[in-house]
């Protein structure tokens, strides 16, 4: 990797290559921002393609990230503090970020070789939580997680990124239809778990599951739309006092997901 090279002038390509990834609204989204230490080191070793990183003034890149810039020929570039200003008006400024191709989306099939539980979100859109349930998901060996209804467009959006600290290029994320995941679960067999208040058993029995599963998480309003015709389903319950209405739905996934680790991560080895 070569030295790093400062942007001291609005008419550097890297400025405008970063006006046009910052701007909304750009139909297919070809590249998207990663900002902060985390998602930017998670993105790196997930191999995402960089075209460049940027370090910004009195905010040089930590050593860890800049090694693996290094060792993967990511050039990394300071951006004068004039420059920072000028690019992201009216909007939280980030202390370092890259630029990165976003990768072809993941389909279903993409899914089928893999060895974890499949995570099936049905509704929920809240981005927060969508991230909380991919780096979970990730960690504790899931074969990847499948939005239906999400509202989002695509798994580059920058809130994803941010809230699932770089986690969702680690990790096959899908975007799909209630129908396509149907037939997907059909033709794969996987047994389906619906998670309910008023489940049918416990999440305490999953641990003694040794098949994959597919586990079902509806919307933080409404709950899972149930509308998954032909196939057999379980209903799943987490205990709790009669007083709490329910649990996040990260929290539930993650709870469900830790029934699960002994098996998924078992897996992996």
């Given at each position: ?9 609005k008419s550097?390509?890297?400025?405008q290559?970063i ?6 609204s ?6 998207t ?16 393609e960089f075209i460049?990183?940027?370090?910004t003034?009195?905010n040089?890149?930590p050593?860890e ?11 990394v570039?300071?951006?004068?503090a004039?420059?920072l200003?000028?690019l992201?008006?009216g909007?939280k400024?980030?202390k370092?970020f890259?630029?990165?191709r ?11 070789e ?7 979100l049905d509704g929920?859109k809240i981005v927060?939580?969508?991230g909380?349930?991919v780096r979970?998901s990730?960690?504790?060996?899931a ?5 239906i209804d999400?509202d989002l467009?695509?798994i580059?959006?920058?809130r994803?990124?941010?809230a699932?600290r ?5 990790l096959?994320v899908?975007l799909?239809?209630?129908?396509s995941v ?10 389906l778990?619906?998670?309910?208040a ?5 999440v305490d029995?999953?641990d003694?599951r040794d098949d994959?599963?597919?586990l ?5 309003k ?14 799943v ?7 709490a209405?329910s649990l996040n739905v ?5 709870i469900a997901l830790?029934e699960r680790?002994?098996r998924?991560?078992a897996?992996?080895h």
């Amino acid at each position: 990797m070569t030295e790093v090279e400062p942007i001291t002038t609005k008419s550097d390509p890297a400025v405008q290559r970063i006006s046009d990834v910052i701007k909304p609204s750009r139909g297919v989204v070809k590249t998207t921002l990663i900002e902060d230490i985390e998602p930017l080191l998670q993105s790196i070793r997930a191999g995402l393609e960089f075209i460049e990183v940027y370090e910004t003034e009195n905010n040089p890149l930590p050593t860890e990230v800049r090694e693996e810039c290094a060792r993967r020929q990511i050039q990394v570039r300071a951006l004068d503090a004039t420059i920072l200003n000028h690019l992201f008006k009216g909007e939280k400024k980030p202390k370092l970020f890259g630029i990165a191709r976003v990768p072809r989306p993941r389909g279903l099939r993409d899914l089928r070789e893999r060895t974890g539980d499949l995570v099936v979100l049905d509704g929920v859109k809240i981005v927060g939580n969508i991230g909380a349930i991919v780096r979970t998901s990730y960690a504790l060996g899931a074969a990847g997680v499948v939005l239906i209804d999400s509202d989002l467009a695509t798994i580059a959006d920058r809130r994803l990124i941010r809230a699932s600290r770089g986690y969702v290029f680690a990790l096959p994320v899908v975007l799909a239809t209630r129908e396509s995941v149907t037939d997907h679960i059909r033709e794969t067999g996987l047994p389906l778990m619906v998670f309910d208040a008023e489940g049918d058993i416990s999440v305490d029995d999953l641990d003694r599951r040794d098949d994959r599963l597919a586990l079902l998480f509806g919307s933080e309003k409404t709950g899972s739309s149930h509308d998954f015709s032909g196939i057999p389903t379980e209903t799943v319950s987490i205990p709790m006092i009669p007083a709490a209405e329910s649990l996040n739905v990260s929290v539930s996934a993650g709870i469900a997901l830790r029934e699960r680790a002994r098996r998924n991560l078992a897996a992996h080895h």
